[in-house]
């Protein structure tokens, strides 16, 4: 309930539960102990996002706190399109952090990352195998990448790829980093049905390194509109475009 309304008083969690307020006061003690939310006088709140299990803080913690209230829209749509005995890649990103989070409430999912973080947080998730991959580790990101990642990625197949990408343009999804786009290029390769968690700010941003044709996209859940010359890029390459309010 908290994740869903951002912010819930003690009073309604009690009526809408049915127990006492004594009984929520406790739970969400314990909640806050266990990192999950953020108790606050007469009520509990989500915790700002951060990387877990770091205290690095590096440019991947600043862009968490950028357009947050979008991912996070964007996370919870993109969970229900999944279901118990899918297989996916996931990658590293704020967005795809965030859509970490609604995995460790999934169960029944397969999840290959390279993100420690995001390993940690869908390995919780009832039922679901975690599979975290190798290689040099970036702290920033909690992140491992190099030429072992590429490799270990080479030994999965996946029905899905779910990506976070620097900008989406007409040319294709980028990236702002070398390493970062090596690995999406190789989940892609290993994957049948790509899917771009992107809010609006990434439309149009100008990405540095290309990962992909649009051809290459089978849908982008966003919480924007696209302007009108890539929106109509993206319908050319057939796109879905999946809207997160």
């Known amino acids: 309930m908290v994740r869903e309304r951002e912010r819930v008083t003690v009073d309604v969690l009690a009526e809408l539960l049915g127990t006492s307020k004594e009984t929520v006061r406790r739970d969400l003690t314990d909640l806050a102990e266990r990192g999950r939310i953020r108790k606050i006088h007469g009520g509990a709140t989500l915790i700002e996002p951060r990387v877990p299990e770091t205290d690095v803080e590096g440019p991947f913690q600043?862009?968490?706190?950028?357009?947050?209230?979008?991912?996070?829209?964007?996370?919870?749509?993109?969970?229900?399109?999944?279901?118990?005995?899918?297989?996916?890649?996931?990658?590293?990103?704020?967005?795809?952090?965030?859509?970490?989070?609604?995995?460790?409430?999934?169960?029944?999912?397969?999840?290959?990352?390279?993100?420690?973080?995001?390993?940690?947080l869908a390995a919780r998730g009832s039922s679901n195998a975690t599979f975290l991959i190798g290689g040099e580790y970036r702290a920033d990101g909690t992140e491992n990448l190099g030429p072992l990642a590429i490799e270990q990625i080479g030994h999965f197949h996946a029905t899905h790829a779910v990506l976070a990408v620097g900008s989406i343009e007409t040319v294709g999804i980028l990236d702002f980093d070398v390493r970062e786009a090596d690995v999406a290029r190789a989940m892609i390769a290993q994957a049948r049905s790509i899917t771009v968690l992107a809010d609006a700010s990434k439309f149009g941003r100008g990405g540095l390194i290309k990962i992909a044709s649009l051809d290459a996209v089978s849908r982008v859940v966003t919480e924007g509109e696209p302007p009108q010359e890539i929106a109509s890029a993206l319908s050319d390459a057939g796109v879905s475009i999946v809207k997160a309010s």
């Open 62 to 120: 600043g862009r968490l706190l950028q357009n947050t209230e979008a991912k996070r829209a964007i996370a919870r749509r993109a969970i229900e399109l999944f279901e118990p005995g899918d297989t996916m890649f996931v990658d590293t990103g704020t967005t795809t952090l965030l859509f970490a989070e609604e995995l460790a409430s999934a169960s029944g999912l397969t999840v290959i990352t390279n993100s420690a973080a995001i390993a940690a």
